[in-house]
T-cell receptor, first 113, second 114 residues
Framework: GENVEQHPSTLSVQEGDSAVIKCTYS??????FPWYKQELGKRPQLIID?????GEKKDQRIAVTLNKTAKHFSLHITETQPEDSAVYFC????????????FGEGTQLTVNP | DAGVIQSPRHEVTEMGQEVTLRCKPI?????LFWYRQTMMRGLELLIY????????DSGMPEDRFSAKMPNASFSTLKIQPSEPRDSAVYFC????????????FGQGTRLTVV
């Protein structure tokens, strides 16, 4: 089955700096890659996703890039703010898995004021 | 739609007791997932239903865990007997069985077994 690895496990940045979280996946057939944000004590919520037919997607301060050849994708947050502090999860879904997602282990992002 | 609804939000029980967690998926969603989240193991998929049928239960830790989905609007996760190592946050999520659709999570049930 699919295997997703996520790095780093913790990331601390100063407010205003950029943050990058990277994920690799094992199944080259995977075609859907969402990113979820989980604030302390709350549920994971989708913040951005990308499909395999595009290489990059942006939404205000967040962007995701996908390299299908290398089987990795990354989340980029620019101009970080304290409210960006949370755990971020990447995920991948091969077409053979139905709608089941395989999640990475998560990255604890801390934005210091 | 109110989103995925889970109950209870918090459960404290004694070791050996039966625990039942409940989930109501978003109307129209035909895939339902039960996840367990702990600090040590992250977000683990326990079981996945599609059209009320269990598709993959390989993540269910042992026979003490069972899950049912009697209809499209209700699912339960049962632990019997419960053990302290079952303490975790249990999330239910639902999505549509089509390509590239978001999985929506419920608020979770925080289970503490003492």
């Amino acid at each position: 089955g699919e295997n997703v690895e996520q790095h780093p496990s913790t990331l601390s940045v100063q407010e205003g700096d950029s943050a990058v979280i990277k994920c690799t996946y094992s199944d080259s057939a995977s075609n859907y890659f969402p990113w979820y944000k989980q604030e302390l004590g709350k549920r994971p919520q989708l913040i951005i996703d990308i499909r395999s037919n595009v290489g990059e997607k942006k939404d205000q301060r967040i962007a995701v890039t996908l390299n299908k050849t290398a089987k990795h994708f990354s989340l980029h947050i620019t101009e970080t703010q304290p409210e960006d502090s949370a755990v971020y999860f990447c995920a991948a879904r091969p077409p053979t898995s139905g709608s089941r997602l395989t999640f990475g282990e998560g990255t604890q992002l801390t934005v210091n004021p | 739609d109110a989103g995925v609804i889970q109950s209870p939000r918090h459960e404290v029980t004694e070791m050996g007791q039966e625990v039942t967690l409940r989930c109501k998926p978003i109307s129209g969603h035909n895939s339902l997932f039960w996840y367990r989240q702990t600090m040590m193991r992250g977000l683990e998929l326990l079981i996945y239903f599609n059209n009320n049928v269990p598709i993959d239960d390989s993540g269910m830790p042992e026979d003490r865990f069972s899950a049912k989905m009697p209809n499209a609007s209700f699912s339960t996760l049962k632990i019997q007997p419960s053990e302290p190592r079952d303490s975790a946050v249990y999330f239910c999520a639902s999505s549509k069985e089509t390509m590239g659709t978001e999985a929506f999570f419920g608020q979770g049930t925080r289970l503490t077994v003492v």
